[in-house]
């Protein structure tokens, strides 16, 4: 055998390295169970982790070392015997737990059945029941015509070319501090954080910011009403649509209804209503994004969309994430009066609306149903908000948490640290003289060696908490107690 091919087949071909269906689980039960692994499956993951560190490209960023290997409700498990709870659900996606057996299930029957029927061929049945059971629950009835696709960025693409075509207008408006994507159209809407684009353009153009009503972008203390930065955010509005595009030439304004990558802050009702207004004035399509608050994520109890609160009816909703529960599908919902003006053919991909991901994605819905999931949120919700409060008041801690904030599941906790970033760093109201730096990386970091998963979000010190919407009491207590630790643990070294 060539000498290519020969380590190749060391690496790759070993049949001990989960090539085969029988030895490897057995291995891993013994593992997770806290028995110790046999010496050839752990030089067997030790040579797949050295295959990853060379050949997984240097573009993905990742929080933890090691190889995820199985997933069940709220934990994870390494490789290494590694067991974690997991507070990121996969950034928001597996919302109803990890192999969820209702939804893998689900899956694995259709996989039986039809895998694949390609949306312009023909229409599968998953798809249309996954549509039953959305018609029910949109946030409201006017939204009544689905394309379903694959990621969020996918669908995010499409409600803008959707509302480019439909208008016949250009220009887009998004939220200084908003994540809709790394592909291109979506990159262009996202303004969270330079790494996403940096050293890409040109962006798709036509593309405008105006600061989302967060403290931060206005550079005034957090104690500012939010009556006020709405205010203030509706008038760089006004001010955008006067001095820099014209309105007959804008097309949609884009906004997620929880600001997800930019600190998980909730867009306030009467921003999202003063959106609303102005684009009823000015015939400009909005397009909400609850790719990530969406699917009870960012829910009070009642709706499973966080638009829901306000009121507001978008033009265009994007979907995604908790939709599949891991299962890779998302959808852009609109209503027929402006969907039926599409020329067939003008969208559409591969695998828009895979059978076996709708399938999952029909079942999530049913498991939200049957299994009460909205009110779990609702307890969990005020469990995790409750005992962060209650962090957040002890005196040793209180002067480092400036903030917990969020809704539903989707929550927040802002350190009073000064952020570091790679143009340096940002001194602004929040900072509190004394607090240590990097508060959140160095919180999460913790919290991963304690056993939980956790992320930060945005360029500011901010760290978010996303447990499965079905997740425990005793879980939560858990996730809060080394969450507790860590912080104390960072503001002790300082
Ligand atoms: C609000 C929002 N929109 C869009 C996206 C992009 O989705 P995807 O990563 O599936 O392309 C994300 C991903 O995190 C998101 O949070």
């Not at 203030?232 to 997620?256: G, H, M, N, R």
């Not at 002067?399 to 602004?428: C, H, N, Q, W």
């Amino acid at each position: 055998m060539p000498p290519r091919l020969a380590s190749l087949s060391r690496l790759v071909l070993r049949p001990s390295v989960a090539t085969t269906t029988t030895k490897f689980p057995r291995s891993l039960k013994l593992r997770t169970a806290g028995m110790s692994s046999s010496a050839e499956t752990q030089s067997d993951f030790q040579a797949l982790r050295e295959l990853g560190a060379k050949h997984i490209t240097k573009g993905v960023g990742r929080v933890t070392e090691g190889i995820m290997v199985k997933g069940e409700g709220s934990y994870v498990y390494y490789d290494d015997g590694r067991k974690m709870l997991d507070f990121t659900c996969g950034i928001g996606v597996t919302n109803l737990g990890h192999a969820n057996e209702r939804i893998s299930g689900a899956a694995a029957k259709q996989c039986m059945q039809l895998v694949h029927s390609q949306c312009s061929i023909a229409m599968n049945e998953p798809y249309l029941r996954l549509i039953q059971r959305l018609l029910p629950v949109m946030p409201h009835s006017s939204l009544d015509s689905f394309f379903f696709w694959n990621s969020g960025s996918e669908a995010v693409e499409a409600s803008i070319k959707m509302a480019r075509y439909l208008t016949g207008r250009q220009n887009v408006i998004c939220m200084q501090g908003a994540y809709h994507g790394r592909t291109y159209g979506a990159m262009a809407v996202t303004k969270s954080k330079t790494i996403y684009s940096e050293f890409t353009g040109p962006w798709m153009p036509g593309v405008y910011s105006i600061p989302f009503p967060y403290w931060h972008h206005f550079n005034v203390p957090p104690s500012t009403p939010t009556s006020e930065l709405v205010s203030q955010s509706l008038y760089q509005l006004d001010l955008l649509l006067v001095q820099q595009i014209a309105p007959k030439e804008t097309a949609c304004i884009i906004v997620e209804s929880v600001l997800g990558e930019g600190g998980y802050v909730p867009a306030p009702p009467e921003f999202l209503k003063g959106l609303r207004q102005t684009c009823d004035k000015h015939g400009i399509l909005l397009i909400i994004d609850e790719v990530q608050a969406g699917f009870g994520r960012a829910s009070d109890g009642k709706g499973l969309f966080a638009i829901e609160e306000s009121g507001v009816k978008p033009d265009i909703m994007v979907i995604a994430k908790g939709l599949g529960n891991g299962f890779p599908i998302s959808g852009v919902i609109s209503r027929r009066e402006l969907t039926d003006r599409l020329k067939p053919g003008s969208m559409g991909g591969t695998y828009a609306g895979n059978a076996v991901c709708c399938a999952a994605a029909a079942e999530v819905l049913d498991v939200f149903r049957e299994e009460k999931i909205l009110d779990n949120i609702a307890v969990r919700s005020n469990q995790l908000f409750t005992s962060l409060r209650s962090v957040q008041s002890s005196p040793s801690l209180s002067p480092y948490i400036l903030d917990v904030r969020g809704k539903g599941l989707m929550i927040a906790v802002e350190f009073a640290s000064p952020t570091s970033t790679t143009s340096g760093v940002i001194t602004d109201v929040g900072v509190v003289q004394g607090a240590p730096e990097k508060m959140a990386s160095r919180v999460a970091k913790k919290c991963i060696e304690k056993g939980m998963l956790i992320l930060t979000t945005s360029v500011y010190e901010v760290i978010r908490f996303i447990p499965p919407l079905n997740v425990s009491e005793e879980d939560v207590k858990k996730g809060v107690a080394i969450f507790e630790e860590a912080v104390s643990e960072v503001v002790r070294e300082g």
